[in-house]
């Protein structure tokens, strides 16, 4: 891969985004001046959904995206979040079908979402929420920029299919340490997790709640201190003005509500919202 200065003006002409084809889920690689801007811009600056100023922050690893997503939906996403420090998670968005379907009424409850949800519902009101309460949040209240209630923050900054480098569609842009998902990952993840870090410091959330323990290690570093397993498989700590736990992903072997909600039990008198 080739390296080289960037102009700051974006071409207004299109050209064509990564897709998945949707018949036989091959991938094409995003190429072209345009993107290279984008790209840059997103790594330096996009962290996510909602806004910083919300009391509680749901942190995952990356945003994940569809096999047989558009290409013009991918185009549309990296220029609303262009020169932005987050998005709100449903304003501009209405012509994605397949992410606005997660905010319609009667709406599916979203795999990723659903434990942080339920667990800062529960610390919230110092009760199981029904489930109708974890739908209503997410399909209302979830990454809304308005409401500032909670903000969804992604580590890394670019959408992925997949972890698996066979799958990896920036390797042709003309940005620094793209070549593969392994050296995007080595170069970037250092410089994210201490941004991370000084914006927790800047913006003091109450409660940060991290859903991956693939990425423990990292939370540990954010954090800035040591952590407590209080559960197996799930982490706490404190600093003087945001708690912070670990919960698995939903994906996880052996997750579910009934551990969320142990776990939850043990945290809750040392967490103020």
């Known amino acids: 891969m080739t390296t080289g200065r960037v102009s700051s003006e974006i071409p207004t002409f299109k050209i064509p985004l ?20 984008l790209i840059r811009k997103r790594i330096k600056d996009f962290w996510g959904y909602g806004s910083l100023k919300s009391p509680v922050w749901f ?31 449903r304003e501009g968005m209405e012509i994605y079908p397949d992410h606005m ?11 990723t979402w659903k434990y942080p949800i339920a667990l800062y519902l529960y610390l919230k009101n ?15 209240t979830l990454a809304d920029s308005k409401k500032k209630e909670t903000a969804c923050i992604e580590l890394m900054p670019l959408p992925a299919n997949s972890i698996k480098e066979n799958s990896w569609v920036y390797g042709k ?15 970037y993840k250092p410089r994210r997790v201490a941004k991370l870090q000084k914006l927790i410091q800047q913006h ?11 990425y423990l290690p990292d939370w540990k570093k954010v954090i800035g201190k040591e952590i407590e397993e209080v559960t ?26 009934k551990r969320l909600y142990a776990y ?10």
């Open 126 to 140: 110092n009760m199981i929420p029904m489930r109708e309460e974890v739908r209503e949040h997410q399909i209302h």
């Open 18 to 37: 990564l897709y998945w084809d949707s018949m036989n889920t091959k991938v094409t690689p995003l190429e072209g001046v345009e993107f290279d801007v």
């Open 101 to 111: 379907r997660w905010f319609k009424d009667g709406a599916p409850i979203q795999p």
């Open 59 to 89: 942190v995952g690893m990356e945003e994940g995206v569809g096999a047989g997503t558009p290409r013009k939906d991918f185009l549309t996403r990296f220029r609303l979040s262009e020169n932005k420090v987050t998005i709100d998670m």
């Open 232 to 257: 197996k498989g799930m982490y706490f700590t404190q600093t003087k003005d945001t708690s912070f736990c670990v919960i698995p992903q939903s994906v996880s072997f052996g997750m579910s509500y």
């Open 264 to 273: 939850g039990k043990k945290v809750k008198d040392k967490i103020i919202l």
């Open 173 to 187: 842009l003309n940005v620094p340490n793209l070549s593969t998902r392994k050296e995007y990952i080595e170069t």
């Open 204 to 214: 003091k959330p109450k409660l940060v709640i991290f859903y991956s323990l693939t």
